[in-house]
């Protein structure tokens, strides 16, 4: 017989139908991919509908769609009210498509296959020391990408989805000089730095990255004229000289240590001694402390050779590129930004 114990809400729960809820959780996963597939926050957008309205607006099976919501409603995920009609929470309301928060592409790209495949692999990533994306497609994520366009538009776009939020959290967090030069090192299509020249008038920029994310760069806009400009080239080869901030974006996370020390190695090269770097990434807290830093890291693991890191290891990691951690700033965002100083 199963012992009584208690979960988070304070409900009391049977521990074998608690541990079998949590051994399926692909199937959350899945019920909330069909959910953004269908777009069905775009249609909760204004007010409450039942699933056989929802149904007809989506095309779909209406007893299927209402189990499907039903479940994601057990898990915050909408909201069923007492007539039967679905509504929006406030964690679905980032699945609209059509606000500026908007992490539906975000999580297509989390659910798609590719990823859940890779998580499947997990026990032989653990079991060789490996990625199972590598052991599944047969070679390393980044060269994939390259490769399959659809599936880089799926990332780049989905990464930029996340960006958001981290973004304003990031600048919000950390004081950028008044005047200067930041260098957005892998900075993507450039979000981040978008939102610092928006926040600081008297900045300019250089988003430095591969040509794929270059081409859809979110830099044009009448208010940023003139502030910026994009470069195409590897972070391990060289990178934009003469900044006053250089920032590595979810970089470092994308590599072993090895790597890491020599991208750091390459941004010291270019960097006058003093300058600042900021690496933002998950800074992971110590025992059992829930973060979703502890997520993404297993997800490191399985898709790339990277891995989320503590303030310790960011503060050896950086040492050995030629760099002096000097502070650890929290944002509201799950990111930290680790502040450090050419030596």
């Known amino acids: 017989m199963a012992t009584a114990s208690t979960q988070p809400t304070g409900e ?6 608690h541990l079998m809820d949590q051994a399926m959780g692909h199937l959350f996963s899945a019920a909330l991919r069909t959910a953004a597939h269908y777009r069905i926050a ?12 929802l149904a007809v607006a989506t095309d779909t099976h209406a007893p299927h769609l209402r189990r499907v919501l039903r479940y994601l409603a057990a898990r915050g995920i909408f909201r069923e009210d007492a007539a039967g009609a679905y509504q929006l929470t406030p ?22 296959e590719l990823f859940l495949r890779t998580s499947v692999c997990l026990p032989e990533s653990v079991g060789h020391g490996d990625t199972s994306f590598e052991r599944l497609v047969g070679a390393p994520f980044y060269a994939h990408l390259l490769s399959d366009p659809a599936k880089r538009d799926l990332f780049d776009d989905g990464t930029s989805a996340l960006s958001v939020p981290v973004d304003e959290a990031v600048v919000a967090a950390y004081p950028f000089p008044a005047a200067g030069t930041v260098v957005d090192v892998g900075g993507g299509r450039g979000g981040l730095l978008r939102t610092v ?24 806009g009448d208010d940023l004229k003139g502030r910026w400009r994009t470069e195409e080239g590897d972070f391990f080869s ?23 020390r020599s991208i ?11 300058t600042r770097l900021l690496v933002i990434d998950c800074v992971l807290p110590p ?16 898709v790339v050779h990277g891995q ?27 990111p930290s930004i680790v502040e450090a100083v050419a030596e």
């Open 197 to 220: 020249l928006r926040r600081h008038p008297d900045l300019t920029g250089v988003l430095f990255d591969q040509a794929p994310p270059l081409a859809r760069h979110l830099l044009d």
């Open 12 to 17: 009391p729960h049977d521990v074998a139908a």
């Open 287 to 302: 025992g059992n402390a829930p973060h979703f830093g502890k997520t993404l890291d297993v997800a490191m693991m399985a």
């Open 42 to 53: 775009d249609h909760l957008a204004e007010g409450p509908r039942t699933p056989e309205q």
């Open 91 to 112: 964690t679905a309301r980032p699945l609209r498509t059509d606000t500026p928060d908007s992490l539906h592409a975000a999580v297509m790209m989390m659910t798609d």
């Open 308 to 334: 989320e890191r503590s303030a310790e290891d960011f503060s050896t990691l950086l040492s050995a590129g030629g760099f002096r951690l000097t502070r650890v700033l929290p944002t509201a965002a799950f």
């Open 264 to 274: 750091l190695r390459t941004c010291h090269t270019a960097m006058a001694k003093g």
């Open 238 to 260: 060289s990178v934009p000289q003469g900044g006053d901030v250089y920032v590595l974006k979810h970089v470092l996370h994308d590599w072993e240590d090895d790597a890491c």
